[in-house]
């Protein structure tokens, strides 16, 4: 037989790296506490009766009601999505960054914003030609998707050193010396290390005096930091500029795959006419449509609050646990990096930082990510923000398991074994 499936898929995709999801490893099976992937502990953004079932318009005001067209399943999906965008402008037209207005023209929305990120390389680089700038520690994604479409990645990491700043000075020396740069993928804040890039750190790349790129900025956590963060308005004043957003975090949607890249009118046609006509199922589009409206926004609001008191009870109570180090980058997310430390010496630690997560996952059921072998990241663990009632098991269980690995409790690995578990936790994309 001629087939030859290794000389004849593509070699980028035959030497992909691979990859799970933070829940490849461990399930949800109803009683683990998953910490791993920077989801929204508190459910839904939308207003449920207490066992789940949506309000449907039952109140006054019918701005809560759900109506899923269930008979109307066979048609294909508005592929424009209008009302939607225009919704989502409504929420991002804060006039703090500019005082003109985004409109609908301004949008493409995908299957999570995951979607985005793929269209964009597809849209802006040729494979095997072009590349394109990450910073880590970064989302797993931009480097996955990179390669699927054969486009080379070019690393300017975030200043460790400086609560992970970017470094606009050293990206903009790298687009001058490569014209083969089509895009810089930054985020906002970041993924794993919750800071907020600065306005004028994206400024200064945008304003690049050679560079014909465009810069992307992804601002998945946004909700989670201060008011008026969003640059998402900015779109209308730079024509490079596109702003990646999701309702996967502060929404608690993320099981509808609802995502949207704000951009300029230009950037954002050449999104929608490259997609694939009916991206967004209908429910994704109604459920979202509802999450918009005033009552369920309040909702999202105080998930929001509680989420922000859970993440301030955790900064001060996790430093009080011994072989918890310190907090690394900022705390604008639904997450914090944090570090494990040698008793003794006080040094970060990969081995304890291993340890612990390998022992909170498989005896304790607290998911949590190991991120030790990120740039600027030794010894640290990536922690979403759970419930009250998980932050308080969460911490319980942290102080025990830290006991156990300074007890000498758990036996020492031997250092290829334990280069192999660091690289297996590592290489998950959430
Ligand atoms: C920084 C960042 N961007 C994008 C995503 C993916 O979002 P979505 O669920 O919209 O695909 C994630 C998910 O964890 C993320 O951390």
């Given at each position: 037989m001629p087939f030859n499936i290794s000389t004849c898929a593509r070699p980028n995709i035959l030497a992909l790296e691979p990859y799970r999801c933070a829940r490849d490893d461990y399930k949800d099976n109803g009683t683990n506490i998953l910490l791993d992937a920077n989801e929204n502990a508190y459910g839904p953004g939308l207003d449920l009766s207490a066992d789940g079932k949506l309000i449907n318009g039952e109140s006054e005001s019918n701005d809560s009601k759900i109506t899923i067209d269930l008979l109307g399943l066979n048609r294909y999906p508005d592929p424009h999505q209008h009302e939607l965008k225009q919704l989502l402008c409504d929420l991002r037209n804060t006039h703090v960054h500019t005082q003109k207005s985004i409109t609908p023209e301004n949008l493409f929305v995908g299957v999570g914003s995951d979607e985005a990120i793929d269209a964009l390389l597809r849209a802006f680089c040729a494979p095997g030609v072009d590349?394109?700038?990450?910073?880590?520690?970064?989302?797993?994604?931009?480097?996955?998707?990179?390669?699927?479409?054969?486009?080379?990645?070019?690393?300017?990491?975030?200043?460790?050193?400086?609560?992970?700043?970017?470094?606009?000075?050293?990206?903009?020396?790298?687009?001058?010396?490569?014209?083969?740069i089509k895009m810089v993928y930054l985020c906002s804040p970041g993924n794993p290390t919750a800071s907020l890039v600065r306005k004028e750190d994206?400024?200064?790349?945008?304003?690049?005096?050679?560079?014909?790129?465009?810069?992307?900025?992804?601002?998945?956590?946004?909700?989670?930091?201060?008011?008026?963060?969003?640059?998402?308005?900015?779109?209308?004043?730079?024509?490079?500029?596109?702003?990646?957003?999701?309702?996967?975090?502060?929404?608690?949607?993320?099981?509808?795959r609802l995502g949207a890249a704000f951009a300029s009118p230009e950037i954002a046609g050449l999104l929608n006419n490259m997609k694939a006509p009916y991206n967004i199922p209908n429910p994704t589009s109604q459920l979202a449509i509802q999450a918009l409206q005033p009552r369920n926004l309040e909702v999202m609001y105080r998930h929001r609050e509680q989420i922000i008191s859970q993440r301030d009870r955790l900064l001060k109570e996790m430093p009080l646990i011994p072989g918890v180090g310190r907090f690394l980058g900022g705390q604008a997310s639904n997450f914090l990096l944090v570090e494990m430390v040698e008793k003794g010496t006080g040094k970060a630690s990969n081995e304890v930082a291993l340890q612990v997560y390998e022992r909170l996952a498989e005896t304790r059921g607290v998911v949590v990510r190991f991120r030790g072998k990120e740039p600027g990241c030794l010894g640290c663990l990536r922690v979403t923000v759970g419930t009250e009632k998980e932050v308080t098991r969460f911490l319980e269980e942290m102080r025990d398991v830290l006991d156990e690995v300074f007890a000498g409790k758990i036996s020492k690995l031997s250092k290829g074994v334990e280069e192999e578990r660091e690289r297996e936790a590592s290489g998950v994309v959430a």
């Amino acid at each position: 037989m001629p087939f030859n499936i290794s000389t004849c898929a593509r070699p980028n995709i035959l030497a992909l790296e691979p990859y799970r999801c933070a829940r490849d490893d461990y399930k949800d099976n109803g009683t683990n506490i998953l910490l791993d992937a920077n989801e929204n502990a508190y459910g839904p953004g939308l207003d449920l009766s207490a066992d789940g079932k949506l309000i449907n318009g039952e109140s006054e005001s019918n701005d809560s009601k759900i109506t899923i067209d269930l008979l109307g399943l066979n048609r294909y999906p508005d592929p424009h999505q209008h009302e939607l965008k225009q919704l989502l402008c409504d929420l991002r037209n804060t006039h703090v960054h500019t005082q003109k207005s985004i409109t609908p023209e301004n949008l493409f929305v995908g299957v999570g914003s995951d979607e985005a990120i793929d269209a964009l390389l597809r849209a802006f680089c040729a494979p095997g030609v072009d590349k394109i700038i990450t910073c880590p520690p970064t989302y797993g994604m931009y480097a996955v998707s990179a390669q699927v479409n054969d486009v080379g990645i070019v690393k300017v990491p975030l200043d460790a050193s400086n609560d992970f700043a970017a470094q606009p000075d050293k990206i903009n020396a790298k687009l001058s010396e490569d014209s083969k740069i089509k895009m810089v993928y930054l985020c906002s804040p970041g993924n794993p290390t919750a800071s907020l890039v600065r306005k004028e750190d994206v400024r200064s790349i945008l304003e690049h005096p050679t560079w014909n790129g465009v810069v992307v900025l992804d601002e998945a956590y946004i909700d989670f930091a201060p008011e008026g963060s969003s640059l998402a308005e900015w779109v209308a004043e730079w024509p490079n500029l596109v702003v990646m957003q999701t309702l996967s975090k502060a929404f608690g949607l993320a099981g509808i795959r609802l995502g949207a890249a704000f951009a300029s009118p230009e950037i954002a046609g050449l999104l929608n006419n490259m997609k694939a006509p009916y991206n967004i199922p209908n429910p994704t589009s109604q459920l979202a449509i509802q999450a918009l409206q005033p009552r369920n926004l309040e909702v999202m609001y105080r998930h929001r609050e509680q989420i922000i008191s859970q993440r301030d009870r955790l900064l001060k109570e996790m430093p009080l646990i011994p072989g918890v180090g310190r907090f690394l980058g900022g705390q604008a997310s639904n997450f914090l990096l944090v570090e494990m430390v040698e008793k003794g010496t006080g040094k970060a630690s990969n081995e304890v930082a291993l340890q612990v997560y390998e022992r909170l996952a498989e005896t304790r059921g607290v998911v949590v990510r190991f991120r030790g072998k990120e740039p600027g990241c030794l010894g640290c663990l990536r922690v979403t923000v759970g419930t009250e009632k998980e932050v308080t098991r969460f911490l319980e269980e942290m102080r025990d398991v830290l006991d156990e690995v300074f007890a000498g409790k758990i036996s020492k690995l031997s250092k290829g074994v334990e280069e192999e578990r660091e690289r297996e936790a590592s290489g998950v994309v959430a």
